[in-house]
């Protein structure tokens, strides 16, 4: 009988945790600029992206928890979306949905000439906040230098790609 009480009280804890939303990491997205939109409801990040050096390549935004366990970790990023290249006047914009408001980090990457891996001297990089990067950081900064608050709409922000 305990065994069964115990049972049941794991069953209902479970039914429980599994109502909860979860944050889902790791989620390929499109960028569908219509979440940002007038009538979007939110929360979600409209990224304005400036800075490119050639309309080349792909670019790959992802967003992140803003916690040191998460940030910049492999297969730590909540939604990513990746595109080629074709920006209008150096700059492109995204909607990243973020699960709820909160505090939050977002990388872009511009891979130039698209073969998926990272060239520092070539390739340009930014975070939320446009934190300096340097050969000292290798283009990585601390989170706290790249966590905003998101709200419940739609927040609006701005990267300045650096190019090494």
Not at 37 to 45: C, Q, S
Not at 60 to 65: A, D, E, H, K
Request: glycine fraction near 12%; aromatic fraction near 6%.
């Amino acid at each position: 009988m305990v065994m069964l009480k115990v049972a049941l009280g794991f069953l209902s804890a479970a039914a429980v945790i599994a109502s909860v939303p979860a944050m889902a990491h790791g989620q390929e997205i499109a960028n569908d600029l219509e979440r940002c939109g007038p009538n979007a409801k939110g929360p979600a990040v409209l990224v304005d992206v400036r800075g490119f050096a050639a309309a080349s390549g792909t670019v790959r935004v992802q967003s992140y928890p803003a916690t040191k366990a998460a940030w910049l970790t492999k297969g730590e990023w909540l939604n990513r979306i990746e595109t080629g290249v074709k920006p209008r006047d150096g700059a492109m914009r995204f909607c990243v949905p973020v699960p709820q408001p909160g505090r939050y980090a977002i990388a872009v990457r511009h891979d130039r000439d698209g073969n998926g891996r990272t060239d520092i001297s070539r390739d340009g990089g930014g975070f939320s906040n446009n934190p300096k990067l340097s050969i000292f950081n290798l283009g990585k900064p601390g989170v706290e230098k790249a966590a905003f608050n998101a709200g419940a709409g739609v927040t609006k922000i701005t990267i300045t790609l650096q190019y090494m």
